[in-house]
């Protein structure tokens, strides 16, 4: 079977050796109320409130939503409107640590004994997809088919980012674990967790720890980018084709990241949701590249003075990978949930831009087999009918063509606001 | 503290521009630009210099009068003009290579919108019009020096291009010592600078060896002689076509389907003008004429997105 194409990059996992370490507790963290795909929550606490770690501080009556818990115990000091970094605003929780990290009292291992149980109490965990996405994990474990393979995200094709990487170096049990009894409760039969070729030391642990299960595979991807885009992951491994306007569900398929995993094992152990975050901080403007674990809202200022940075220099502040992270206009910005990497660059000048040339480099590389350049052109014409018709809908915005392109055309800037603008009526 | 630059994704980007696909098309050409001179003596050096030099400055001067954006600095200007003085004669008089050069950067490239808007190739209409139009000056070959054996020095020995007087050597092709224009003569030369750029990854493979396949093929059942299926492969200027002109990116289609396309059309067309039309060489009209059929191809050969899921499809 071919696999879709993509794009060789320079991997620079310089973070690879980097065990997490866990930052000193942060004085004040701010929690947004919308950390995930779906309905944004509203706060049910009130100012002076007194909460302790793992209480629920934020809910949605959508069930496409997370719950969103407390990250450490303290005092709620303020309740503010907060612009997130993709300009949208949400509600978001202030809290000002008591410095001593008390569980919530009616924490306990979530009991189950059957599917909707299982599923009910994932909801209640504030599981989302922590490759980056953030869809609410509960979500996808309700599908109307049959599931026929259940495949672990663990390819991890951004440049840079460690941090599933790390989780699987360290976490193994908990990964492999969390897997069993999701097959158990989902009676999911087969799962395949695709790891890129360039991690050989956390496939190696991987496949010694599912010991030789026969309904676990450990899939070596090609260290291709995007191998960890959805659609390719499933193609790459099974062969599938989640057709347009489908879900992967609809093709027998449940994809959750490996860090997602993780987590939801140490919740069921323990009974406390999600409130930390594993992440890698890097780029060239950091003099400590390293991976940490934080409390969910932790300003991003303070891992990167841990990590060295030299803000002097820092031009470029990303949230995610360099591929398809978000720029990040301030540094005073709480990491979420779906923080996988911090990164600080220095910039090189921007590049010349120049009319397309229509060198085809775009349509050589489109994992999606796209004719970007023409989607562009198009956009530009404002022309619903012919952005249809090179299908602009199904352009996940992986930035390959923008990569490769001797124009520096910008690509992926035009197929985002195409796609908004096929949304609008 | 500096200001944070805020950006779309993706932040990094190849190093690979524009300016550099141009450079690397030029160098390239080296090659066939040496022999050239090789062979034709310093008066090849002073024509591609001059084509260049006045391509770039028509490209300028007509980006000033035009008010927009100056664009000598992305090199296809200059790439231009080396392209044409590859498809003159070395006798050709200064002027009439000015013409050339003024029509292919401002009539054919920047009138149409400049750089990556002009349907058809320049350098290539440019020498359709001049041979169209000045038709004794285009066509006069002079036996290069090393056929006589004395490089570097000058002697106007009319010759005839081997395609109408048919008695040069498979070997002449090859090293060039035929008569022809400046580019086109040394085999070796020109496959030398289109292996490289396909090595690069500036041009696919997919239109040369459709063009060259379809002409040898058609060749080869018009006459069945493997010899003259070579000599038509290295005569004339199909090498230099097929690897330089009908890899344009700009004028050419941009799917490997439409490429496909595109280089059996050329071949087709020139073997049928070579053969049968009244003039002795085909391969600048022949992908002229494909230019201008390349909306049409790329229309009809667009990809089929992954999952694509289409229209008619769903009524059903």
């Not at chain 1, 991976?291 to 300003?299: A, C, I, K």
Request: charged share 15%; proline share 6%; with cysteine.
């Amino acid at each position: 079977m071919r696999k879709l194409k993509g794009i060789r990059l320079a991997h620079e996992k310089r973070t690879a050796e980097s065990a997490f370490v866990t930052l000193p507790l942060p004085q004040k963290v701010l929690i947004p109320m919308s950390m995930h795909m779906g309905a944004p929550c509203e706060p049910l606490v009130k100012l002076k409130q007194q909460v302790s770690v793992g209480e629920c501080i934020g809910a949605s009556d959508a069930f496409f939503s997370a719950d969103i818990h407390a990250s450490v115990s303290g005092t709620v000091t303020a309740i503010t409107d907060y612009r997130m970094p993709n300009g949208n605003y949400c509600k978001a929780v202030e809290i000002t640590s008591d410095g001593l990290q008390t569980p919530y009292s009616e924490l306990k291992p979530p009991v189950y004994t059957n599917r909707e149980e299982y599923i009910a109490a994932v909801r209640r965990s504030g599981a989302v997809g922590l490759g980056g996405a953030g869809f609410p994990t509960h979500f996808k474990l309700t599908p109307k088919n049959k599931i026929e393979y259940l495949i672990i995200n663990a390819a991890e094709c951004e440049p840079y980012i460690t941090s599933d990487d790390r989780t699987m170096k360290e976490k193994q049990q908990e990964i492999i674990s969390s897997i069993r009894r999701m097959m158990k409760m989902l009676e999911i039969p087969e799962c395949y967790i695709g790891v890129e070729g360039n991690k050989p030391e956390a496939i190696r642990i991987l496949t010694e720890c599912a010991d030789a299960d026969p309904a676990i595979t450990i899939v070596t991807l090609p260290p291709i980018y995007p191998q960890g885009a959805e659609k390719v992951l499933i193609y790459n491994i099974t062969g599938r084709i989640v057709a347009e306007g489908q879900l992967p569900s609809d093709q027998g398929v449940i994809v959750l990241n490996v860090s997602t995993m993780a987590f939801l094992e140490e919740y069921f152990r323990t009974g406390m949701p999600l409130v930390s975050r594993s992440l890698t901080i890097d780029g060239d403007a950091v003099d400590r590249p390293c991976n940490v674990t934080v409390p969910v809202g932790t300003s991003m200022r303070e891992v990167l003075e841990y990590a060295k940075c030299r803000f002097d220099d820092v031009s470029r502040l990303i949230g995610g990978g360099p591929m398809m992270g978000l720029g990040l206009p301030e540094y005073d910005m709480p990491i979420t949930k779906t923080n996988n990497a911090i990164l600080a660059f220095t910039m090189d000048k921007p590049a010349t831009v120049t009319a397309c040339i229509r060198c085809g480099r775009c349509l050589n590389v489109c994992p999606l087999n796209l004719m970007p350049t023409s989607m562009e052109q198009a956009y530009r014409k404002r022309d619903k009918a012919e952005l249809e018709a090179l299908h602009m809908n199904l352009c996940m915005l992986c930035g390959c063509c923008s990569y490769v392109c001797p124009a520096n055309r910008p690509l992926v800037e035009s197929h985002r606001l195409a796609k908004d603008f096929l949304r609008s009526k | 503290m500096k200001k944070l630059h805020i950006a779309t994704s993706p932040h990094m980007r190849d190093s690979i521009s524009t300016q550099k696909v141009m450079l690397l098309v030029i160098a390239a050409l080296l090659p066939s630009a040496v022999a050239a001179v090789v062979h034709f003596g310093w008066r090849a050096l002073l024509l591609m210099v001059f084509c260049v030099v006045v391509s770039v400055a028509c490209e300028g001067v007509c980006r000033q009068i035009m008010k927009r954006e100056q664009t000598i600095k992305d090199g296809s200007a200059a790439l231009t003009g080396l392209l044409l003085a590859m498809n003159l004669p070395v006798t050709l008089p200064l002027w009439e290579a000015a013409l050339g050069c003024f029509i292919a950067i401002v009539i054919v490239k920047q009138l149409f919108g400049g750089l990556g808007q002009n349907f058809a190739n320049p350098a290539i209409t440019a020498r359709v019009v001049l041979m169209v139009s000045l038709a004794p000056d285009m066509t006069h070959w002079i036996l290069p020096k090393t056929a006589a054996g004395n490089a570097f020095s000058y002697d106007a020995v009319s010759s005839a291009t081997p395609l109408v007087s048919g008695n040069a050597s498979i070997q002449d092709l090859f090293w060039g010592s035929t008569g022809g224009c400046l580019g086109e003569t040394c085999a070796a030369a020109i496959l030398f600078g289109g292996l490289f750029l396909i090595f690069m990854g500036i041009i696919s493979p997919v239109t040369p060896l459709a063009y060259l396949g379809t002409v040898a093929a058609a060749t080869f059942i018009a006459t069945g002689s493997v010899n003259e299926m070579f000599y038509q492969l290295m005569a004339g200027g199909l090498l230099l076509g097929a690897f330089f002109m009908a890899t344009d990116y700009v004028t050419t289609p941009i799917t490997a389907k439409g490429k496909l396309i595109f280089g059996i059309g050329c071949g087709l067309l020139t073997f049928l003008i070579r053969f049968y039309g009244s003039f002795p060489e085909g391969v600048s009209l022949a992908i002229l004429l494909m230019n201008i059929l390349t909306p049409y191809i790329d229309k009809f050969t667009m990809t089929h997105p992954f999952g694509a899921v289409s229209k008619k499809k769903e009524a059903k």
